[in-house]
T-cell receptor
Framework: AQSVAQPEDQVNVAEGNPLTVKCTYS??????LFWYVQYPNRGLQFLLK??????LVKGSYGFEAEFNKSQTSFHLKKPSALVSDSALYFC?????????????FGAGTRLAVHP | DAGVIQSPRHEVTEMGQEVTLRCKPI?????LFWYRQTMMRGLELLIY????????DSGMPEDRFSAKMPNASFSTLKIQPSEPRDSAVYFC???????????????FGNGTRLTVT
C-alpha cells in the first residue's frame, strides 16, 4: 500500500539548535512529496515540495528537506530553530496513478522549540 | 486572493441533527478536497472533486455522510444524522487543475470544528 510515515509523535529542540522532522514513504513510481505546517486553530500551510531535480529543496520560513531515494525518506530540516516554529508538521505524498490525484498525509509530528 | 473559505468555524449540535459544512474554494481551482482531522485517526481524505464531479469518495465513513459541489465556487459536506463520533475538525482544500496539478500544493481553509453532543 502506498503510504507515508512519520515515526516521531513529538520532537523537542532548543531554540537556536538545528531541527529534523523525519518522514519515510512507500509509493510505486516516482514520489511527489510535500511538507505542511499547522498552527493551532488553523488549516495546513504548504512549506515545500519535492517533485524532481535536486535532492535538497528549500521552502518557506527557512525550512528545507532532503530527498533520499535509497532510504525512501524526505526529512524536514532547519539549521536554527525558533520558538515560533513550534507547530504540527505533516509529510504528504501525492498519489496520481489510476486516474486518481490525491494527497495522503502522515500522522503528523509535533515540534516543540524551547527557549 | 481570499483563500479557501469555510463556514461555520464552529458547530455544536445534538446527536441526530443534520449538519451542513460549507466551502468556497479559491477561484480557478479545479480540485476540491474534504478532509477530517481527529486525534485518533489524523488527517483522513473523505472525498474529492474535479471540475465539480466527485472522483473518489472511498473515504466517506458511511451513508450518513454526503458531499456535493453544485458549481465551481461552492461545496457542502452534510452529515445526517450526526453522531458524537463525528466530532472532529473538517477541512476543505483546493488546488489548480492545470497540467501540473500533480505537483501543485493544496490550499487549506481554516476548518470547521464540529462537536456533536
Amino acid at each position: 500500500a502506498q503510504s507515508v510515515a512519520q515515526p516521531e509523535d513529538q520532537v523537542n529542540v532548543a531554540e537556536g539548535n538545528p531541527l529534523t522532522v523525519k518522514c519515510t514513504y512507500s509509493v510505486s513510481g516516482n514520489p511527489y512529496l510535500f511538507w505542511y505546517v499547522q498552527y493551532p486553530n488553523r488549516g495546513l500551510q504548504f512549506l515545500l515540495k519535492y517533485i524532481t531535480g535536486d535532492n535538497l529543496v528549500k521552502g518557506s520560513y527557512g525550512f528545507e528537506a532532503e530527498f533520499n531515494k535509497s532510504q525512501t525518506s524526505f526529512h524536514l530540516k532547519k539549521p536554527s530553530a525558533l520558538v515560533s516554529d513550534s507547530a504540527l508538521y505533516f509529510c504528504a505524498v501525492r498519489l496520481f496513478s489510476g486516474g486518481y490525484n490525491k494527497l495522503i498525509f502522515g500522522a503528523g509530528t509535533r515540534l516543540a522549540v524551547h527557549p | 486572493d481570499a483563500g479557501v473559505i469555510q463556514s461555520p468555524r464552529h458547530e455544536v449540535t445534538e446527536m441526530g441533527q443534520e449538519v451542513t459544512l460549507r466551502c468556497k474554494p479559491i477561484s480557478g481551482h479545479d480540485y476540491l478536497f474534504w478532509y477530517r482531522q481527529t486525534m485518533m485517526r489524523g488527517l483522513e481524505l473523505l472525498i474529492y472533486f474535479n471540475n465539480n464531479v466527485p472522483i473518489d469518495d472511498s473515504g466517506m465513513p458511511e451513508d450518513r455522510f454526503s458531499a456535493k459541489m453544485p458549481n465551481a465556487s461552492f461545496s457542502t459536506l452534510k452529515i445526517q444524522p450526526s453522531e458524537p463520533r463525528d466530532s472532529a475538525v473538517y477541512f476543505c482544500a483546493s488546488s489548480p487543475g492545470t497540467s501540473s496539478s500533480y505537483n501543485s500544493p493544496l490550499h487549506f481553509g481554516n476548518g470547521t470544528r464540529l462537536t456533536v453532543t
